[in-house]
């Protein structure tokens, strides 16, 4: 039996912890791993973010379908906190726009109305009521992040737009483990290629960089 790597709470209160999902003994539903696989591109989108006091992204779903993908990073043109450091203003970095922001320009208009927003980490305020604006009806946001402006007021802005907001903690190492095994089925990339990927789980240092 194989317990999913994701535990969420789908609530308007984020004091709540999250409850574990129950384990199952049948392959992932469609619509499940539909969301796995859009979490996980969305989780890879981050790493181009260019801010290393989070390194984000957010993904716009609607229709089954993932419509647009943005990540944290600068206006065009004008240099990274990667490049030239942090824009500090209230213990904030205000040099990037953020992933939310990023993903609504990406993405048409009308496949946002009634969509569905998947965030790494917890969304600021102002975007939220940007996401709200335009009109999506769920946001599912994986992990925390403390610094997040405005954070205390994400549940009653929810609760008054009638969007779902769902928190998620993932353990990423049985998340990926869990995509790659499947793509060891029969006509699987990694079938096809004769190995399986292993993922292994390691602490990293306090100091660790690349």
Known sequence: MQ?????SVRSFDMKKSASKLKKQSM???????????????????????????????????????????GYNGSVSGLPHCDEEGHLMADNHCIRTRHGEVNAITNTDRKDIRDGQAIVIATPCLDCAKDLAEEGIRRIDYVG???????????????????????????????????????????????????????????????????
Not at 3 to 7: F, G, K, L, R, Y
């Open 3 to 7: 317990e999913s790597a994701i535990s």
């Open 27 to 69: 392959p992932p539903s469609r619509d499940d791993l539909r969301f796995k696989v859009f979490l996980a591109s969305v989780a890879l989108h981050s790493t181009l973010g260019t801010c290393d006091r989070l390194r984000t992204a957010c993904g716009i779903v609607n229709n089954k379908r993932l419509r647009g993908i």
């Open 144 to 210: 925390r992040y403390e610094n997040s402006l405005g954070k205390q007021h994400l549940a009653e802005l929810a609760k008054q737009k009638g969007i779902e907001l769902v928190n998620h903690e993932v353990d990423w190492a049985d998340f990926f483990q869990e995509l790659f095994d499947l793509l060891t089925q029969k006509g699987g990339m990694l079938k096809n290629a004769g190995y399986r990927l292993k993922v292994t789980k390691e602490s990293l240092p306090d100091n660790y960089s690349l």
